[in-house]
């Protein structure tokens, strides 16, 4: 089992950065997939970005491709979200998310965490 804290969110002017980043307890982080979703008020959630558990792949939604960076530190238990250029349509509850297998959907995600409210203003 693991348990998941995200951190970094805030607000910030559109075309500015933000990096979010996501702790697990818990010795077994690095057999994880480790992904991050989104919610914006009235919409489901939604995924943003994954990456495998060695680092070796990355997955990423076509909104934020170029734009958005997933990155991971097994020896710390982190995964990060680097956010460049962001947009008020990137505004959302962002949620780091664990899953045994590499996916994109949140269904085959086990753990959440607790989230964190990015807004990004116009």
């Known amino acids: 089992q693991v348990q998941l804290g995200e951190s970094g969110g805030g607000l910030v002017q559109a075309g500015g950065s933000l990096r979010l980043s996501c702790t697990a307890s818990?010795?077994?982080?690095?057999?994880?997939?480790m992904g991050w979703f989104r919610q914006a008020p009235g919409k489901e959630r939604e995924f943003v970005a994954a990456?495998?558990?060695?680092?070796?792949?990355?997955y990423y939604t076509d909104s934020v491709k170029g734009r958005f960076t997933i990155s991971r530190d097994n020896a710390k238990n982190t995964v990060l979200l680097q956010m460049n250029s962001l947009k008020p349509e990137d505004t959302a509850v962002y949620y780091c998310?664990?899953?045994?297998?590499?996916?994109?959907?949140?269904?085959?995600?086990?753990?959440w965490g607790q989230g964190t409210q990015v807004t990004v203003s116009s």
């Open positions: 998310a664990a899953a045994t297998l590499e996916a994109v959907g949140a269904d085959s995600y086990a753990y």
């Open positions: 818990g010795r077994t982080f690095n057999t994880y997939t």
């Open positions: 990456i495998s558990w060695n680092g070796g792949n990355t």
